[in-house]
């Protein structure tokens, strides 16, 4: 099968000839109709590194083609969405329902010293996450996978798998937003937008979002922002404490920039939480004054895949936007072939451009 191979840091992406393993044991085998690019990869394939060769994609929707032995929970002809939480089931996290900090994701993946998933050239190729999506097909563990309902098209069912749970899971299940509440979204991107989604399901009462691009804010207004900040022209600390009058509940940050960041801190109202979910680089984080936060009853916390349980999760965003509660048609901006990701990653510095989605892989 045809799959986009990274060779090294920098290498970028290259269709190559790999073959692919029958399934084994919880194993699935995927034929995938879409595959999204997540900023994470570029990241993991231009500055954070790991092993390679790798075949990354990890916003994956497909159909199943066959199943391992031991595999209850799909069947072949099934609809699904893959997630890149890898959860074993059996450990005190996953049996307490926090799937997405599971103690051995590698349960999910082959034991080293049993045959690889992907071979290229002779040689085992890293399968990115578990998932593999910049693939004709791929071989996914079944925890890894939900199904969902045939009607659901495939561009934006793939985007559920990563940038729709986290950013709307950030919203839902890690800050548990309560209805009234104020909101901040720094970083009008795909995973934003779906944090903007995630403010509406839950009846923010408020929602801010921030970021350096007209087009992006002009866009999560018509996604339901009630204000929209540039942060390049105005400050947006000032801005948010003028429209709150006394800072907000909740601070999304999906950027990850110091500066950014610092600036979510000091946005905060008095019980004020921040969220670090974007790694805009190496160095991303904030520091935090004990005076401040002390007096403020301020918190920080990391924010991993939206606290989601993806078995729930995808499923349910699935039917929200099937009933028109969840807009995820309009972050489909591009749909290309498994040849052009890296055109399809530059044009995501095109201020108007949402996600771009792989559909065709032949
Ligand atoms: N924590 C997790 O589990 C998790 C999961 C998936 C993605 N992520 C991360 O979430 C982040 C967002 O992903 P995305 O796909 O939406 O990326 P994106 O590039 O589409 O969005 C980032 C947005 O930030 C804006 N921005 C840049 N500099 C800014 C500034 N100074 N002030 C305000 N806005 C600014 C950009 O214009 C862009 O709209 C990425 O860093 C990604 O790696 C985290
Ligand atoms: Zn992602
Ligand atoms: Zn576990």
Not at 70 to 93: F, P, R
Not at 182 to 208: E, K, L, P, W
Not at 241 to 268: E, K, N, Y
Not at 356 to 361: A, C, E, G, N, Q
Request: aromatic content about 4%; glycine content about 14%.
């Amino acid at each position: 099968m045809k799959a986009s191979v990274t060779k090294g840091l920098g290498q970028g992406f290259v269709v190559e000839e790999v073959e692919l393993a029958a399934p084994a044991g919880h194993e699935v085998r995927v034929e995938v109709r879409a595959s999204g690019l997540c900023h994470s990869d570029l990241s993991v394939a231009t500055f954070i590194g790991g092993e390679f060769p790798v075949v990354l994609g990890h916003e994956v929707a497909g159909v199943v083609t066959e199943v391992g032995p031991e595999v209850t929970q799909v069947k072949s002809g099934d609809h699904v969405v893959g997630s890149l939480i890898q959860y074993c089931g059996a450990c005190v996290n996953c049996l307490g329902g926090r799937t997405h900090i599971c103690f051995h994701p590698e349960a999910t993946l082959r034991a080293p010293g049993q045959a690889p998933r992907l071979n290229w050239n002779g040689a085992p190729v890293v399968q990115g996450m578990g998932l593999g999506g910049f693939a004709q097909e791929a071989l996914i563990h079944e925890n890894q996978l939900a199904i969902i309902p045939d009607e659901m098209p495939w561009a934006p069912a793939a985007l559920i798998g990563c940038g729709v749970l986290t950013g709307a899971g950030a919203v839902l299940n890690s800050a548990d937003v309560q209805q009234g509440e104020t909101v901040v979204i720094m970083g009008a991107g795909g995973v934003g937008m779906n944090a903007v989604s995630g403010a509406r399901i839950a009846g923010a009462g408020t929602i801010i979002v921030t970021d350096i691009e007209d087009g992006k804010l002009e866009r999560a207004k018509a996604f339901g922002a009630t204000h929209v900040v540039n942060s390049r022209t105005t400050d947006p600390v000032e801005a948010v404490r003028g429209i709150t009058g006394h800072g907000a509940d909740h601070v999304f940050d999906f950027v990850g920039v110091r500066p950014v960041t610092a600036q979510g801190m000091r946005m905060l109202g008095k019980g004020g939480v921040l969220y670090l979910i974007g790694v805009g680089g190496n160095d991303a984080g904030v520091d935090v004054s004990a005076m401040v936060a002390l007096s403020g009853s301020q918190k920080v916390q990391g924010v991993y895949m939206g606290s989601s349980n993806l078995k729930r999760d995808i499923p349910f965003y699935a039917s929200m936007y099937l009933q028109g509660r969840m807009n995820l048609d309009d972050l489909v901006s591009k749909e290309i072939g498994l040849a052009d990701i890296e055109s399809g990653y530059e044009s995501l510095k095109d201020g108007t451009t949402a996600r771009v989605v792989i559909t065709d892989f032949s």
